[in-house]
């Protein structure tokens, strides 16, 4: 088969999906192919290309699990529960399902918002078709109609571009946390949150150990090896059978997880699209990990995760190996 025709047919099929695929403003399969590239080369040169061998791990993990149940319930607690798996397999499918298709809608929409930021390029409005997406969709539509209270759009972009640089360089809110009286000072003081922290009680309890991380296991497998930690997706390139941590995920890192040995994330929950993907792969996976897991955790350290029993144990920070990464 034709490498590049089977690529091109697999970006007209789907060259719509992207990282972070809720966010507009973010480049697709269509506009950096080598993402698709990157991914295949890393396929061979793993040698984790095989269709076949996941659906067979995938049948052997629910082989087990349906002989536990058949041997733990009697007969009437067995059809219950077979009921109840079967209309909770079907509303796993239909979820995804839809995520899909909402996947399929926002490529859609993308298209058309950089169309507009086109043409307000062309009308020398904005300086490049990327800056719509400063604009809320009611500035654009009330610019359009004649109805906007600001004209200089460039302005407006400049003004968002330099609160969106401050928000990224900014403390992350805690997963949980409980705002009293006027939210908007607390956007202005993101430390305070930390004092609102409904978890932080949890979090300190999480381990009596100080180098084991605990978290939710999601897919069982007992794994011992490097960790490569990365903030975004950009950091994953050469991935060669580690353990990958990162704070959070998406559909659009699916294809990564053939490439490692095993899923840590500081976010996240059973039902995620993560944890529901790396079940059918057979992949280890640990999520919501407490304890400050992006903190702790440097690239090239050596840990062992337990995906049964949701722990991360730390082998010793003075023993990251030479891996050759960086």
Same mark, same amino acid.
């Given at each position: 088969?034709?490498?590049?025709?089977?690529?091109?047919?697999?970006?007209?099929?789907?060259?719509?999906?992207?990282?972070?695929?809720?966010?507009?403003?973010?480049?697709?399969?269509?506009?950096?192919?080598?993402?698709?590239?990157?991914?295949?080369?890393?396929?061979?040169?793993?040698?984790?290309?095989?269709?076949?061998?996941?659906?067979?791990?995938?049948?052997?993990?629910?082989?087990?699990?349906?002989?536990?149940?058949? /041997?733990?319930?009697?007969?009437?607690?067995?059809?219950?529960?077979?009921?109840?798996?079967?209309?909770?397999?079907?509303?796993?499918?239909?979820?995804?399902?839809?995520?899909? /298709?909402?996947?399929?809608?926002?490529?859609?929409?993308?298209?058309?918002?950089?169309?507009?930021?086109?043409?307000?390029?062309?009308?020398?409005?904005?300086?490049?078709?990327?800056?719509?997406?400063?604009?809320?969709?009611?500035?654009?539509?009330?610019?359009?109609?004649?109805?906007?209270?600001?004209?200089?759009?460039?302005?407006?972009?400049?003004?968002?571009?330099?609160?969106?640089?401050?928000?990224?360089? *900014?403390?992350?809110?805690?997963?949980?946390?409980?705002?009293?009286?006027?939210?908007?000072?607390?956007?202005?003081?993101?430390?305070?949150?930390?004092?609102?922290?409904?978890?932080?009680?949890?979090?300190?309890?999480?381990?009596?150990?100080?180098?084991?991380?605990?978290?939710?296991?999601?897919?069982?497998?007992?794994?011992?090896?490097?960790?490569?930690?990365?903030?975004?997706?950009?950091?994953?390139?050469?991935?060669? *059978?580690?353990?990958?941590?990162?704070?959070?995920?998406?559909?659009?890192?699916?294809?990564?997880?053939?490439?490692?040995?095993?899923?840590?994330?500081?976010?996240?929950?059973?039902?995620?699209?993560?944890?529901?993907?790396?079940?059918?792969?057979?992949?280890?996976?640990?999520?919501?990990?407490?304890?400050?897991?992006?903190?702790?955790?440097?690239?090239?350290?050596?840990?062992?995760?337990?995906?049964?029993?949701?722990?991360?144990?730390?082998?010793?920070?003075?023993?990251?190996?030479? /891996? *050759?990464?960086?």
């Amino acid at each position: 088969m034709n490498t590049i025709a089977a690529i091109q047919r697999f970006l007209n099929k789907y060259g719509f999906r992207c990282i972070n695929e809720l966010k507009l403003e973010e480049s697709t399969l269509h506009d950096d192919p080598g993402f698709v590239v990157d991914m295949v080369a890393g396929y061979v040169r793993t040698r984790s290309y095989s269709v076949a061998d996941m659906e067979k791990r995938e049948l052997e993990i629910r082989g087990k699990a349906e002989g536990v149940v058949k /041997s733990t319930l009697r007969w009437p607690q067995r059809v219950l529960f077979n009921w109840v798996l079967f209309h909770a397999r079907r509303a796993v499918k239909h979820r995804e399902n839809l995520r899909f /298709s909402r996947t399929k809608l926002f490529g859609v929409f993308r298209t058309l918002f950089r169309a507009i930021g086109h043409n307000l390029v062309q009308l020398h409005l904005l300086k490049d078709r990327q800056d719509v997406f400063y604009l809320t969709v009611e500035e654009i539509c009330a610019f359009v109609d004649g109805r906007a209270v600001s004209t200089d759009l460039a302005g407006l972009v400049e003004l968002r571009r330099r609160e969106y640089d401050e928000y990224r360089k *900014g403390l992350s809110p805690p997963e949980r946390f409980m705002l009293r009286g006027a939210c908007g000072p607390y956007f202005l003081f993101p430390q305070l949150l930390d004092d609102l922290n409904l978890l932080k009680q949890h979090e300190s309890n999480a381990s009596l150990d100080p180098n084991v991380l605990r978290g939710t296991p999601c897919c069982p497998g007992v794994v011992e090896g490097v960790v490569r930690v990365v903030t975004s997706i950009k950091e994953t390139e050469g991935l060669n *059978g580690e353990i990958l941590v990162t704070a959070k995920t998406d559909p659009g890192w699916v294809p990564l997880y053939p490439l490692c040995s095993g899923l840590v994330i500081e976010r996240g929950s059973l039902l995620s699209h993560s944890a529901v993907v790396a079940r059918e792969l057979g992949l280890p996976t640990i999520v919501s990990v407490s304890g400050g897991l992006m903190k702790r955790l440097k690239t090239g350290m050596r840990v062992c995760m337990d995906g049964g029993k949701g722990t991360v144990t730390l082998l010793g920070e003075d023993q990251a190996v030479d /891996s *050759g990464l960086k």
